[in-house]
């Protein structure tokens, strides 16, 4: 079952390679994980302040501005928590693997481990969750100090909170095995998850736009990870098709990095 030449094994030891490859990971952000707490609540924090409070003080308490919660604060904070998450877990994770291929020269060391491709995609993915949760978390306190509702801190919250992370570290493992530079990851972040951050569904209801604009806004991840983080919250109608879109976005980004890999030549 577990011959030299094989790259069929079984689920335990596939599961048993994707933790030792997390654990190493663990060992060097468990001495940072206060330094990552604060520095990920930065942005979140500007724009809780900026549009929940500044911006949300200033709109009507109709249900068509504020998603029916009479609060655009409550509103916009499980917005927050998908932002936080995705973006420490792309950014963490795709700058983690480009300064270990192309500063450090470290990733052939990894390449050269006898595990599995895909336990190597899942353990740096699960890296990236981690960076990605811890982060949302301090959000998730903050936004429940604040609006003083509980269900930001609901276990279902959680569980999304980690697919989106998913969804993202994963696109951050393939990005990091791509990029040329650490530039071209600045370029990405500037490109794609910035402008996604202000149109993933974060700060308004894309059901409310017109057709065309929701066809382009239902196309980002980070769109499904704010309507069913806001489903739990609010508790609004849970959107399972959303889920389904999470799921299948990280089974696929999970088979194309197992593939970069397989195939890497770093």
Aim: proline share 5%.
């Amino acid at each position: 079952m577990t011959l030299a030449g094989s790259r069929t094994l079984p689920w335990a030891t596939l599961f048993a390679d994707t933790m030792t490859i997390w654990w190493g990971e663990w060992l060097d952000l468990r001495v940072r994980i206060w330094q990552l707490l604060a520095s990920g609540l930065v942005a979140p924090l500007v724009y809780i302040l900026a549009f929940g409070v500044g911006l949300g003080s200033s709109l009507s308490r109709s249900a068509d501005l504020t998603g029916g919660t009479g609060s655009y604060l409550l509103f916009i904070l499980p917005g927050m928590v998908a932002l936080s998450g995705m973006t420490i877990s792309f950014a963490g994770t795709t700058f983690s693997i480009c300064g270990d291929r192309l500063f450090s020269k470290t990733f052939e060391e990894l390449l050269l481990l006898p595990v599995h491709p895909l336990a190597l995609h899942l353990g740096k993915m699960l890296a990236g969750v981690t960076r990605g949760v811890v982060t949302a978390l301090g959000v998730m306190i903050l936004g429940a100090l604040i609006t003083q509702n509980g269900n930001l801190l609901h276990p279902g919250v959680f569980l999304l909170l980690a697919l989106d992370c998913a969804v993202f570290a994963g696109a951050g493992v393939v990005a990091g095995l791509n990029v040329p530079s650490i530039e071209s990851v600045g370029l990405m972040i500037n490109f794609l998850i910035t402008p996604m951050s202000f149109l993933g569904a974060t700060f308004f209801d894309p059901a409310t736009l017109p057709l065309p604009l929701q066809v382009l806004v239902y196309a980002l991840p980070l769109t499904h990870a704010s309507i069913v983080i806001r489903a739990v919250v609010l508790g609004s109608p849970f959107p399972w098709v959303s889920v389904l879109v999470l799921l299948a976005m990280a089974l696929g980004l999970a088979l194309w990095g197992a593939y970069q890999f397989s195939h890497q030549q770093d």
